[in-house]
């Protein structure tokens, strides 16, 4: 190996991290002022359009069955989701909004969106398609399917 190393700065990872970290940091301050965490807003907006099984909630969100439990136990504490009977299979069960979740839900993501134009306002709308559209065909070509929640 010859030469210095890299820098810290040479690395597009490096920039990538940084802007994560931040634009993750300040949504979490913003949910945190409404008493959500990533994580509940992530499993809230998930249930919006349909009651689903922890277990694939647990896929979509990329955690175990166990912080499903963890995290669906606080929030039907809340009376923000329910647990009911699977229509198809009473045996099995799913996790669904209750009427306070569901009317959580477009505030939330109000906060998202105000948090994404906070944050991008500094690029065009072009550019910031662009990046929207270059961050998806990463996570496609590499198989990022489990929504963050951190």
């Known amino acids: 190996m010859s030469g210095a190393p890299s820098q810290l700065t040479d690395h597009l990872g490096y920039w990538l991290r ?11 301050a913003r949910l945190a002022a409404e008493g959500v965490s990533v994580a509940e807003w992530v499993m809230l907006r998930s249930l919006l359009d349909a009651a689903l099984p922890p277990s694939r909630l ?16 606080r929030l039907i504490a809340r ?10 299979d009473g045996r099995a069960q799913t996790l669904a ?13 109000a906060i998202a969106d ?12 072009a550019d910031q398609r662009v990046l929207l559209r ?4 990463l996570s496609t070509h590499h198989g990022i399917t489990a929504a963050p929640t951190e």
Do not use: H
């Open 114 to 125: 105000a948090n994404d134009a906070a944050f991008f306002s500094s690029l065009s709308a």
């Open 97 to 109: 909004l209750t009427r306070k979740g569901a009317a959580l839900v477009p505030r939330l993501a």
């Open 58 to 73: 647990a896929e979509t969100m990329g955690l175990t069955r166990g912080a499903i439990t963890k995290l669906a136990d």
């Open 134 to 137: 270059l961050m998806q065909e």
């Open 79 to 88: 009376g923000l989701i329910a647990r009911r009977a699977s229509e198809a």
């Open 18 to 28: 940084a802007v994560s970290n931040r634009v993750s940091q300040d949504f979490a």
